[in-house]
């Protein structure tokens, strides 16, 4: 799913908890995705407790973070996305931790034919890493972090024979079947 509310129910019109979600037979839901912050207008304090409602349904929770081009261009990457990544993060079980996946998503290059270059992925991607490690001890060393500011066939070998980059999180790419295989290709 690409959302689920932090509530398990009540009068929340609109909006799909977790019990709903695994009725339907969902395993994973995507938490924190630049629209719902940039779009929808989704605090951090918001994206935390949605991702504790999901993993405490027993669902995997993949937790989106990433800079926009102003925070970008201010020197803010790192201070962003760690305060995205500990925001939801902190306190977290090691059960819990085993759950998630951590999806970078510059918001600059969602949509916009802009990518990040391997090597400014390979930064972000570590430095989330290492916060991880810092706040989860192996538990968080081990979190899969996934790059994704459109990754397409052209970039997606260079960008996932980096270190700190475990796969993708696939947007439009996902939407032409010779161009998503062309990403599964780059992946084994």
């Known amino acids: 799913a690409q959302d689920a509310y932090f509530e398990p129910s009540g009068a929340f019109t609109g909006e799909v908890s977790t019990a709903m979600l695994r009725d339907v037979g969902v395993r994973c839901v995507i938490i924190g995705h630049s629209e719902r912050r940039h779009v929808i207008g989704e ?24 800079e926009t081009m102003e925070e970008r261009k201010a020197g803010r ?34 949509g916009t034919g802009l ?47 980096q270190p700190d980059i475990d796969g993708g999180l696939i947007g439009g790419a996902s939407l032409k079947a010779e161009d998503f295989m062309s990403i599964v290709r780059a992946a084994l």
């Open 115 to 161: 990518t990040a270059t391997p090597a400014d992925a390979q930064e972000a991607h570590a430095m989330i890493r290492a916060a991880m490690a810092e706040m989860q001890g192996e538990a968080g060393r081990a979190v899969r972090i996934l790059y994704g500011g459109s990754m397409k066939p052209d970039n997606a070998k260079e960008l996932m024979a």
């Open 77 to 110: 990457l790192d201070e962003v996305n760690l305060r995205q990544t500990r925001s939801a993060v902190e306190g977290l079980s090691a059960e819990h931790v085993a759950r998630l996946t951590i999806a970078y998503e510059p918001v600059w290059a969602i």
């Open 43 to 66: 605090t951090d304090g918001l994206t935390a407790r949605k991702v504790r409602a999901v993993l405490n349904a027993g669902l995997s929770c993949i937790l989106c973070v990433g």
